[in-house]
């Protein structure tokens, strides 16, 4: 258990945690952070320095009580297809059931998405056999709209291997688009009713600029690079991700869940550390942002600390930039 959370601030220092996916359930927040271990080996762009091997939940009763470790609500010995690395999270609640999704390693190196269930919010979560079929890449967020229909949002760059996968097959030695191409979209697909695989073919999300132009790749202010998370405002699909290499989040918006979205603008400026990854979640009544940097760890990548503070709009509908450490 940690002291009072303040914005801002860590609300955990007893472990590292990263990559929070927050959601409201049984009128709690729950944070479904990954869990950074401590090692002294060095960092490279392959991501090998992000170890994580379980899953902690967080829960807070509201942003200024305390902060519950659930303790371990999943590792990966005991999910039988994963190798390594289970890296950032996301959690769904439908049908009664709690269900914890995860990419992780499978046996060949590849990354896959797995999903899990439990009971309870805070888990213990029985993970499916195999990884979700047709599933690839990292970062799962799964959103599920009005209608009950749900979909996940997954991807990333370098690492996280989204570039391999251009074909609709594996390539190991696959690279980006040229600069001067569209960047490679995240991807979507929608879920089957009981959320344990994909109702539809994963597919491309098209993000555009104002004019309706795809943001191409070389426009690494604005392409997706990881990190995506879908929420919505006033009837609008917001669209927010993590541009990676200059470590923002920014967001794009539209009128349909699997998109297109137009280039809106930027949420969270850099923070200390190399990665950024975030969720967005709305609690009574206001809506909040939630984050991870490695202020506590003095910049060691692999070290990171979750955060939070609150977002605000303007009437236009544009989210207000936020600086990480105020005006510093």
Excluded at 69 to 92: F, I, N, T, Y
Excluded at 101 to 107: L, V, W
Excluded at 196 to 204: G, M, W
């Amino acid at each position: 258990m940690a002291n009072n959370p303040k914005q801002n601030e860590p609300i955990v220092k007893h472990i590292y945690t990263a990559d929070p996916s927050a959601h409201v359930f049984e009128g709690k927040l729950y944070i479904y952070p990954s869990h950074d271990l401590d090692h002294d080996e060095p960092s490279n762009d392959n991501g090998d320095q992000y170890k994580m091997e379980d899953y902690h939940v967080l829960s807070m009763d509201d942003v200024n009580s305390p902060v519950v470790d659930h303790g371990e609500a999943l590792h990966m010995k005991d999910v039988p297809w994963v190798k390594k690395q289970m890296w950032a999270p996301d959690a769904a609640y439908k049908n009664g059931k709690y269900y914890l999704f995860f990419p992780a390693r499978d046996k060949d190196d590849i990354f896959r998405i797995g999903v899990a269930v439990g009971d309870n919010p805070a888990g213990p979560f029985t993970p499916e056999e195999n990884y979700i079929p047709g599933s690839f890449s990292i970062d799962p967020a799964v959103y599920i709209d009005e209608d009950d229909k749900a979909y996940m949002y997954f991807g990333g760059l370098w690492g996280g291997q989204l570039e391999k996968w251009q074909t609709g097959e594996f390539k190991d030695d696959a690279e980006g688009p040229d600069p001067s191409a569209p960047a490679l979209g995240p991807i979507v697909a929608e879920m089957s009713d009981d959320l344990l695989t994909f109702k539809s073919d994963p597919k491309e999300i098209s993000i555009v600029d104002e004019d309706g132009n795809p943001i191409l790749a070389g426009d690494e202010e604005r392409r997706f690079f990881e990190g995506p998370w879908m929420h919505k405002y006033n009837g609008k699909y917001y669209f927010s991700y993590s541009t990676g290499t200059t470590h923002s989040i920014v967001y794009a918006v539209g009128d349909d869940p699997q998109g297109p979205f137009t280039y809106k603008g930027k949420i969270l400026e850099p923070v200390i550390g190399w990665t950024t990854h975030h969720s967005i979640v709305e609690f009574q009544g206001k809506w909040y942002l939630f984050y991870h940097d490695c202020e506590m760890s003095d910049g060691v990548n692999h070290k990171r600390s979750v955060k939070f503070t609150e977002i605000k709009y303007n009437e236009d509908g544009t989210i207000q930039t936020i600086k990480p450490y105020g005006d510093k």
